[in-house]
């Protein structure tokens, strides 16, 4: 039973970490300083559009 819980943890951890990662491989792909502002102001409206419709 333990072990079942320790795997979906382990799973859930996992899929957060590939989730942030492919996040950074996209803001280092945006990371040119005149696209910066732009992206920033864009991934806090994307925040926000995912925390109301959540």
Given at each position: ?54
């Amino acid at each position: 039973m333990e072990s079942a819980v320790m795997l979906i943890a382990t799973t859930k951890r996992s899929r957060i970490i590939l989730k942030y990662k492919t996040t950074i491989k996209m803001i280092e792909q945006v990371l040119h300083p005149r696209n910066l502002e732009r992206a920033l102001r864009q991934v806090m409206v994307n925040k926000v559009v995912q925390e109301s419709t959540e």
